[in-house]
Nanobody, 120 residues
Framework: QVQLVESGGGLVQTGGSLRLSCAAS????????MGWYRQAPGKQRELVAV??????TNYADSVKGRFTISRDNAKRAYLQMNSLKPEDTAVYYC???????????????WGQGTQVTVSS
């Protein structure tokens, strides 16, 4: 079974840092784009950052200069979050566009999410 598992969330004070990890597991042929999204209570899920297989990145304006998305040659993506603010509090979800066995494409696979709480 192909799945994404996030880790690294937690409670941090304003101005602190956290590093989220997303690990893809299962029989995966290739991974195209990977991204991080977040959903705060009472709000819609929103894009935080995405990275293509070639390493191109895109960020939400609210996190530019503070967050950095990266990925390794295996099946992991990371989100380094610095200078955290209370408004960054949300459940953070990993998303991936990938090909599994027999060439089947899963264009939007989601992880279960990890909670990030920033205290003021």
């Amino acid at each position: 079974q192909v799945q994404l598992v996030e880790s690294g969330g937690g409670l941090v004070q304003t101005g602190g840092s956290l590093r989220l990890s997303c690990a893809a597991s299962g029989t995966i042929l290739s991974i195209n784009g990977m991204g991080w999204y977040r959903q705060a209570p009472g709000k819609q899920r929103e894009l935080v950052a995405v990275i293509t297989s070639g390493g191109s990145t895109n960020y939400a304006d609210s996190v530019k200069g503070r967050f950095t998305i990266s990925r390794d040659n295996a099946k992991r993506a990371y989100l380094q979050m610095n200078s955290l603010k209370p408004e960054d509090t949300a459940v953070y979800y990993c998303n991936a566009d990938l090909y599994v066995r027999n060439g089947v494409r899963l264009s939007s696979l989601w992880g279960q999410g990890t909670q990030v709480t920033v205290s003021s």
